[in-house]
Structures are given as C-alpha cells and as structure tokens.
C-alpha cells in the first residue's frame, strides 16, 4: 500500500532553472494539492485540483504551474526556480472535498 | 483573505502535565481540522469538526469547535513524550478543501 508519494525527496538546483516535483497517489482520490511549508508560514496552499484537467490556485500560486492530465499524478513544475522559492513542499489528497487530507512525505527544495 | 490564528507559538510541559491550543478564524468555517506532524515529517490528519459547538474526543485528545464556528481548540490530557510535534489547526471556509492552515503549536514533552 503505496499511499502517496513524492519525488524527488531532496532537490538541490540553481536560480532560473526549471524544476518539476512529482506527487503519486495510489488511492484514486479526487482531490490533490500542493503546499509549500516555511518557518513563520505554517503550511500555505499553492494549487488544488478536484478531477483530472481540473485546477485552482491556492494562497501562494504565482511561479509555480500544475497538470493534472490522471487522477493519480499531480505534478509541480518551478519555471524558473527563485532562492524564494527555497521550502519544504508537501503534496495531498483527499476522497471528497472538504475532508481529512492524507500528505506525501515532503520534497526538500534549496534553490541556490 | 480568510486568515488562521493558532496560539501559543510554543509550549513546554513535563510530562503528564495537560496541553491546549487554540485556534481562530477570521471568518466562519464550514469545517475545521486537525493534523500533526512529528519533527522531520508530514502532516498526520487527526480529525475534522464540522457542526457548531461540535466536541469529539480520541483517547486523551479532545477537540471543540466554537458555536460561531470560528475558534477551535485541541487539549491534551496527562501527555506524553509520544505528543511531542506540531499541532495544526486547518479551517475550510469554502467546503471545497482549500484549507487554510494555523502557523501551528510546537509541543514539547519533557520526560
């Protein structure tokens, strides 16, 4: 029982660079989302999806893109990664909207 | 926007000492929930409080929603060195899922 993964779980890469985390989830949930976690901030939502090829930005959207062309894949593409952008970033599920969130193990992001 | 407000920041007990954390919304909430996260992990789901002065209870955790559904609190009866973590509050305004995450409550337990 996989659950839901992440990939990669370290990550180092330069400013500008292009930088893709991926989040797998073995449940068939409907719902997926990103978050970035930084000390002071908590856990801020970046984008949300409810469906395959359906998505939403959340608090903190801006340099970040999504896809989520299968239920299971919700990957997260940094276009031009900034020092910003330097985080621990969690992906998570949910069965129906509104309910309890199952998280990924976290992608460690440095941008240097 | 809709903002989270989760005191206190930090808190120290010895163990078998109670703990609460307290939570507050700008606005109402359709829902509210609950989730902790040991050091170096992920967030865990505890719980999801969704009716007005709603009171749940898992083993030495109890948790409350405010009759205006804008506060919450998560108290913990005679901890443990297993509480130690985090503790978030995550508020739903929308029912959609876009949470809304406190800055969260670090727990200390010493032994």
């Known amino acids: 029982d996989a659950g839901i993964t992440q990939s990669p779980r370290y990550k180092i890469t330069e400013t500008g660079r292009q930088v893709t985390l991926m989040c797998h989830q073995t449940?068939?949930?409907?719902?997926m989302f990103w978050y970035r976690q930084d000390l002071g901030h908590g856990l801020r939502l970046i984008y949300y999806?409810?469906?395959?090829?359906?998505?939403d930005k959340g608090e903190v959207p801006d340099g970040y893109v999504v896809s989520r062309s299968k239920t299971e894949n919700f990957p997260l593409t940094l276009e031009s990664a900034t020092r910003s952008q330097t985080s621990v970033y969690f992906c998570a599920s949910s069965e129906l909207a509104g309910v309890g969130q199952y998280f990924g193990p976290g992608t460690r992001l440095l941008v240097l | 926007g809709q903002q989270v407000m989760q005191i206190p920041q930090y808190q120290h007990v010895q163990e078998g000492e109670d703990f609460t954390t307290y939570c507050n919304s700008s606005?109402?909430?359709?829902?509210i929930q609950w989730y902790k996260q040991r050091p170096g992990g992920h967030p865990v789901f505890l719980i999801q409080?969704?009716?007005?002065?709603e009171v749940k209870k898992q083993k030495r955790l109890t948790f409350q929603f405010g009759e205006a559904k804008k506060n919450s609190s998560l108290h913990i009866t005679a901890t443990q060195t297993t509480d130690v973590g985090t503790y978030f509050c995550?508020?739903?305004?929308?029912?959609?899922?876009?949470?809304?995450f406190g800055q969260g409550t670090i727990l200390t337990v010493h032994p």
């Open positions: 999806s409810a469906a395959a090829d359906i998505t």
């Open positions: 606005t109402t909430l359709s829902n």
């Open positions: 449940w068939s949930h409907s719902y």
């Open positions: 995550a508020g739903d305004g929308t029912s959609y899922g876009k949470l809304t």
């Open positions: 409080l969704v009716k007005s002065g």
